[in-house]
């Protein structure tokens, strides 16, 4: 069936959700269950098994992954990114402002491509090439934090220049600045952050009010019209936290008692399913009551239905982002920071969020943004209260054998 088919009728924010979520792919309906299974393989320890060798480690060596650099002489990037993941003209959709001024100011051309996705497709995609020391013919990408760890720990991704990114040095925002995959920046810079939240509908709760992931699970009056997300760190990290749990430190003791106490509401039938972003679909009809969701996709339910509600539990919340980095044996690694650094100015930036609503890790962003879209800049999904930011939370780095592991209890929870 074809996409306008599957979303002929529906309201204009739900058909951006389902299409971000069916072109994008970032828990992407059936896809993300059959890709699920391959993420399950392609970690470093498998790679040899499949007659691919695993890359040298990172060195530290900033040069150690380099290719000849002929960013003087060719002016131009590659950058692979998300579908629906930049300011684009409402006339033009080939046009993106912030490119274009990249380019005017620059007088670097911008290729861009629309590829990524999926985290793990992308993966299989590039893998072959950064695995043989090969080029893949892209200067710079932006992929989600827990894949972004992984390239750097298998050594296929270039150290930064900081002095090529000396904007995004001094505006990046403070609880930005040290994830502990990429201690420092020193491989990464973030493109968007993600934030993960309880949502409801007003209309199909009856005015009752939905706080906590516990009500998600166990409250009787929304029994059969809750839904889970089928990304393991949002939906598991969620439940760490409602529990009590450290996303930053949990045990694996305490992810299988997260798993236990998703499965309980499984079995009970608490939960309808496990979904990608086509639960605004069943949120803004009403068709499920409350759900885990996606702060940018609230942004848009919301503007149609003012019946969709968000909340924050006062146990805190899952945030994440998407990341900036240059992979191994670019051909212009310089031009490609070049537009690192250019995204970390405070109005390139407010540019960029007011096109897609998700949060920016740029600080002075927010009085840019007020000056052109002041709803956007008073909405805490966009630009979290310091109230709302204090109660983030990050899932830690796992290792590849943790990895393998709990993707596969999940997967198993999940029917996956």
Not at 262 to 269: G, M, Y
Not at 294 to 322: H, M
Not at 363 to 375: H, S, V
């Amino acid at each position: 069936m074809a996409f306008n088919e599957l979303t002929d009728g529906l309201p204009e924010p739900v058909r951006r959700a389902w299409e971000r979520s069916l072109t994008s792919g970032r828990a992407a309906l059936g896809r993300r269950t059959l890709l699920r299974a391959a993420a399950l393989s392609a970690g470093a320890g498998t790679l040899a098994a499949c007659g691919i060798p695993a890359a040298p480690r990172a060195t530290g060596d900033s040069t150690a992954n380099a290719a000849k650099d002929l960013s003087e002489t060719q002016k131009e990037v590659a950058f692979s990114n998300w579908p629906l993941y930049v300011d684009t003209d409402e006339k033009d959709k080939e046009k993106h402002g912030t490119l274009e001024a990249f380019t005017e100011a620059t007088g670097i051309k911008v290729k861009y491509n629309e590829d990524v996705n999926d985290n793990v497709e992308f993966f299989g995609k590039i893998k072959p090439q950064l695995a043989s020391g090969q080029d893949t013919g892209r200067d710079l990408m932006v992929l989600t934090d827990w894949m972004a760890a992984r390239l750097i720990r298998l050594g296929w991704v270039q150290k930064l220049n900081p002095g090529n990114v000396t904007t995004a040095i001094t505006t990046i925002e403070s609880r930005f600045r040290a994830p502990d995959w990429d201690p420092g920046r020193l491989y990464s810079y973030p493109w968007a952050g993600i934030q993960t939240v309880v949502a409801y509908n007003r209309k199909a709760t009856r005015g009752k009010e939905v706080t906590s992931v516990s009500q998600l699970l166990d409250d009787p009056d929304l029994k059969g019209r809750v839904t889970f997300l089928s990304e393991m760190r949002d939906s598991i990290g969620m439940v760490l936290l409602d529990q009590g749990k450290s996303t930053e430190r949990f045990t694996a003791d305490d992810f299988d008692g997260a798993v236990a106490r998703l499965q309980k509401a499984v079995d009970s039938k608490q939960i309808r399913r496990f979904t990608g972003n086509d639960y605004g679909q069943e949120l803004s009809a009403g068709d499920i009551a409350a759900c885990i969701a996606w702060g940018g996709d609230l942004i848009q339910l919301r503007a149609d239905n003012p019946d969709i509600e968000f909340v924050i539990p006062e146990k805190g919340y899952i945030a994440s982002t998407d990341n900036m980095l240059v992979p191994a044996r670019a051909q212009h690694k310089a031009n490609a920071e070049k537009l690192i650094d250019f995204y970390y100015q405070p109005k390139i930036a407010a540019q960029l969020v007011a096109g897609i609503g998700f949060v920016s890790a740029v600080t002075g962003m927010k009085d840019e943004l007020a000056g052109i879209a002041p709803d956007t800049a008073a909405n805490p999904l966009v630009v979290p209260t310091p109230e709302m930011a204090g109660r983030a939370h990050v899932f830690r780095t796992l290792s590849e054998s943790e990895e393998s592991d709990f993707e596969q209890k999940f997967s198993k929870l999940i029917g996956a």
